[in-house]
């Protein structure tokens, strides 16, 4: 017997073959799925074995052993100790996301109420949920793999439509199927090398490396595939860090402000009214950016601009994007000049900003300086703002917003775990072009194997999962 995620697996002997035999646990769990405060309705959720005859000994108003699955009832919810009803609610049952007995309690969304909705489901035998552990339940009871369950979080971190997009279909499976098949093209060719190796008379060694390198070679082209959409699965999920620069008074609080389409920061014609960072999250054509507005960067002998200076060039080293303001109406100043050396190995979008008043510099001309993408504006007339939007979209979507099909790779342990499958193909490649026998070279094709089962969880081990599952909200 051993223990693994969770699940208690038995082998035993029948017949002259080991039996396998899997039983998950059964106790039950509750928690409040929904924020803690006033609001329409809260949701205690309740699952696991005794969850059908822990909600009936709370709620009158239907035997939820006899209801059929997915269906709501409406009732009361009762102290069984005082007789006393606490709340009415309507509560759905028997069978859902974790593939266990499972009870979701709709009730008024106090927090009081749920509260004691919650306490009353404990007393009568059920415990806390950890965090993540409902999710944690239908990845044990194999109803969705690692991808699929880090795609829930993502769906509730989602920040604009094409996040949440790329995540229903990761939660659809789109990565896991690929996962897949990639992992079955392996093991057909492992099957192959191991009759080779149980059957050496046939002397098939050179046919058998062969194909064991043609399998790598194919599956490093879908590996590759998958990584080149790691950036954008980054940006998506977490957000794309646009710092926001240039000297004083250029206009970088007018932007933050039209990008927010709010009054966030403070804008006056007197340079220097920016003294820190503001950071604001907005969308922009889909991308999500974290938006920082940057104190003007320039020299200063004024303490406290000294400081906001600082902290500007912080926001700018971890930029992923720079959108750097520069006064169109004025020639190129040495400072200017400062901040296009100090963002040249940056993505980044250089704004001739102040249109309106005349130009002394040119798009073209900014082009061939810096060789960056360069369009002119006037952010105080909304001028060509449409045009910025568009551009920055192009930058990190090219290609990618208009497939309705595509599936990426959303977060660092699957980009990882991809480029080290890669790697162990690549030297099985290497090992069969420099003749290696047969199986040392399948060490490093098994090993692939394991790797991406990795990343759906089918070799994932413990210590991940757990971890895994631990960053998960409370009744997720």
Known sequence: MFIRGGVMHFFYWKKGKIMAQTLTEFDTIAAISTPIGEGGISIVRMSGEDAIKIANEVFKGADLAKVPTHTIHYGHIIDPDTGETIDEAMVTAPKTFTREDIVEINCHGGIVVTN????????????????GEFTKR????????????????????AKTDKARQVAERQLEGGLMHK??????????????VEVNIDYPEYDADTVTAKQMADTANSVIKKIDRLLSTAQEGKILRNGLVTAIVGQPNVGKSSLLNYLTQSDKAIVTDVAGTTRDTLEEYVSVKGVPLELIDTAGIHHTDDKVEKIGVERSKKALERAD??????????????????????TKDKKRIIILNKSDLGQKLTVDQMKKLTGSEVISTSILKEK?????EELINKLFFSGIENSNDQVMVTNQRQTSLLNKAKSELQDVVKAVNDGVPVDIAQIDFTGAWDTLGEITGESAPDELITTLFSQFCLGK
């Open 384 to 388: 060509n703002l449409d045009e910025l």
């Open 138 to 157: 239908a990845f044990v009871n194999g109803r969705i793999d690692l991808t699929q369950a880090e795609s829930v979080m993502d769906i509730v971190r």
């Open 116 to 131: 004691h909705i919650l306490q009353l489901l404990l007393s009568h035998g059920a415990r806390m949920a950890d965090p």
């Open 179 to 192: 996962i897949h098949a990639m992992r079955q093209e392996i093991l057909d060719t492992l099957a192959n």
């Open 321 to 342: 994007l720079v959108l750097l303001l520069i006064d169109a109406s004025k020639d190129l100043t040495d400072e200017d000049k400062a901040l296009i050396e100090e």
